[in-house]
């Protein structure tokens, strides 16, 4: 288990520099989390040639043959009951909130931190739940006057922010529940992040596709970049945002992903600067519903973004080129087709094999945990969460991974907890 608190304290002890230099660290285009990850799972299974030796030789529950590595399927990976997919089991629902009346659209799960939760809502209404014991909603957070469509935390959970689609990006003092700040955006805003480097930027992505940049203290606009010359087409919007290091991706409503740098001196950001436009895979045109970023993927073995579309087409992209913000498709997956925005997220490392796991809702009520690992054979399902009474659209992992939080469209928020005796 990570010691949370301790790693929390050693943090916030480095002057803002380290923390900055500690950002930007990178090793063969992997980065500082990446490696933490990698060093963390080899301390617990040894290397990854060990670990693909010891699948390889293990025998089925049945007495029968081993089962290679590469012959996984839905149906091998029942039978190994102690391996990768068992550590997606559960033992259960740990917390249920039902005091909505109108459908979730976003939660997430506050960093360094597994017991608060933030989750918005179709009337604008943003909560902050502790979950400890008991489930306890601290703040209801009323600004917005559409849909709430990101949240996202500060590093140290003090600020909270949220994107409406009537077109601002509000921050929160978490703690209190003070409004602290309204950044009026041009557009709706489809998405709104903190600046992974400079907390005191907000960047927001924008109906127009027009992505503008806050400064936090002020109030004011201080940057402002349209992707216009890159092949667009009119009626193009920002429909999703991943940050990482000095790279910023953001994923429009016809499944291509922008990489823009982020020219940072003395902690100030001067300029973004587009580097590519990846095409939507297979070449087609449907609207991002999620884009998220890992600092390592097991089979892009380094940093990978997450897409998730409404067609149903799930892709995993590898950065193969830091300095050029090069992207490369490594798998691309269909699932169910949906008829509203259904976010996918990376599953917790288990083990550093060959395997990739996502969870994400379904318009079956149901929360699916994916193998998508071989495009070849689809998304292969590992596990499915019941509960939900209808259509799942987000979902959150806690930060020591041991929480699963789930909402759908009539208000109601599952808290899942994994089985601690099957999650190494």
Not at 117 to 145: F, M
Not at 171 to 180: D, E, N
Not at 404 to 414: K, P, R
Request: hydrophobic fraction near 40%; aromatic fraction near 8%; proline fraction near 3%.
């Amino acid at each position: 288990m990570v010691n949370v608190g301790l790693r929390a304290y050693i943090w916030h002890q480095k002057s803002t520099e380290e923390q900055i230099a500690r950002e930007f660290w990178t090793l063969n285009q992997s980065t500082y989390h990446g490696y933490r990850d990698y060093v963390s799972n080899c301390k617990e299974h040894g290397f990854p040639e060990q670990q693909v030796l010891q699948v390889q030789r293990r025998p089925s529950s049945a007495g029968g043959p081993s089962v290679a590595a590469s012959e996984y399927s839905v149906s091998s990976m029942a039978s190994l009951t102690s391996q990768v997919p068992t550590a997606y089991s559960f033992a259960g629902m740990q917390h249920i909130l039902e005091d909505n009346e109108v459908r979730v659209t976003v939660l997430k799960f506050g960093h360094l931190s597994s017991d608060l939760l933030a989750y918005g809502s179709q009337d604008g209404v943003v909560r902050v739940a502790g979950l400890g014991q008991t489930c306890t909603v601290h703040h209801v957070l009323k600004q917005h006057q559409r849909a709430v469509s990101d949240l996202d935390w500060s590093l140290d959970n003090t600020f909270l922010l949220s994107a409406g689609l009537e077109g601002s990006v509000t921050m929160w003092m978490a703690a209190t529940g003070q409004l602290l700040r309204i950044f009026l955006t041009t557009f709706p805003a489809c998405c709104a992040k903190f600046h992974l480097v400079n907390q005191n930027l907000i960047i927001a992505g924008t109906e127009s596709g027009v992505l503008q940049v806050f400064n936090c203290s002020t109030g004011k606009l201080a940057l402002t970049q349209a992707f216009t010359g890159s092949g667009n087409v009119p009626g193009l919007s920002c429909s999703a945002m991943a940050v990482s290091n000095n790279l910023l991706y953001v994923a429009d409503n016809r499944g291509c992903i922008y990489t823009l740098r982020c020219d940072i001196k003395n902690g100030m950001l001067q300029s973004l600067v587009l580097l590519t436009r990846t095409p939507a895979p297979s070449g087609k045109l449907s609207e991002t519903a999620s884009l998220v970023y890992s600092p390592y993927s097991s089979i892009a073995r380094g940093q990978a973004l997450l897409m998730s579309s409404l067609d149903g087409s799930v892709s995993l992209f590898k950065l193969a080129d830091a300095a050029a913000g090069r992207l490369e498709l490594i798998s691309n997956c269909e699932v169910p087709r949906a008829a509203r925005k259904i976010r996918a997220t990376f599953c917790p490392k288990v083990h550093i094999t060959e395997a990739e796991y996502i969870v994400m809702g379904g318009e079956d009520t149901s929360v699916y945990i994916y193998d998508i690992s071989k495009p070849s054979q689809g998304a292969l399902v590992v596990n499915q969460l019941q509960g939900h009474m209808a259509p799942v659209v987000d979902v959150s992992w806690s930060y020591n991974e041991v929480l699963l939080a789930s909402c759908d469209c009539d208000g109601a928020v599952i808290v899942w907890k994994r089985d601690p005796h099957r999650t190494t």
